[in-house]
Structures are given as C-alpha cells and as structure tokens.
Nanobody, 126 residues
Framework: QVQLVESGGGLVQAGDSLRLSCAAS????????MAWFRQAPGKEREFVAG????????YYTDPVKGRFTISRDNAKNTVYLQMDSLKPDDTAIYYC???????????????????WGQGTQVTVSS
C-alpha cells in the first residue's frame, strides 16, 4: 500500500475556490491511477475525479465537470484537485485514493483502490 496525506480543505463561501493536495509515499507514484472521492454527511462515498498514471487521461463525475480539475505532479508524488465555483452540495470529506494495480485504469468503484488518505473536510456555505 501507499501512504496518502490530504491537505487544503477548509470553510469557504459558495462561488469560492479551493485546491486540495494529496502527497503519496511508499510506492512508485508515477505508475498508478489516482482518484479523489468524497463523502457527505449521511451519504455514501462517491467518486469525484480520476487521473491516469501519466496524467494524460482524466475523468470526472457529472456534478463537478467544468468546475473541478484533477492533476498530478509525479516529480513531487502529489495529486491535486482544483475546485472552482464551489457549491454547498460540494460539502464533504474529500479523500484521495490510489489504485491497487499499477498501469490500470481504475473505475468509479472504490473496490479498485487499496490505499486511502485520512480525508480533508471541505465546507461550502451559502
């Protein structure tokens, strides 16, 4: 497994922006698909965005398309989630995740991931 540490969450107003970071260690980061998930109070954890090992392919869930951008810096072993035009519905704990197998395009199903961060809280007020 890989160790993942998220940062960058906070309390913002609707329309504001935040950038989340996830620092990885313990595995060759550049070989693995990475993703962001979130879990709102009383709801199941859901996929937000994913990025291939080289960064050339990205995927987003419909509610965040056009507002969120996932990226990665393999030299820094870090994956990012730039969140713009935030809405109260984006309020959740955000987790980064690493795919269990290298060079594998993971899916929205969290069963494809074997490493998770501790999460960072994002709260968007109206």
């Amino acid at each position: 497994q890989v160790q993942l540490v998220e940062s960058g969450g906070g309390l913002v107003q609707a329309g504001d922006s935040l950038r989340l970071s996830c620092a990885a260690s313990g595995r060759t980061f550049a070989n693995y698909y990475m993703a962001w998930f979130r879990q709102a109070p009383g709801k199941e954890r859901e996929f937000v965005a994913g990025i291939s090992w080289g960064g050339g392919s990205t995927y987003y869930t419909d509610p965040v398309k056009g507002r969120f951008t996932i990226s990665r810096d393999n030299a820094k072993n870090t994956v990012y989630l730039q969140m713009d035009s935030l809405k109260p519905d984006d309020t959740a704990i955000y987790y980064c995740a690493c795919a269990a197998r290298r060079y594998t395009m993971a899916t929205m199903n969290d069963g494809w991931y074997d490493s998770w961060g501790q999460g960072t809280q994002v709260t968007v007020s109206s």
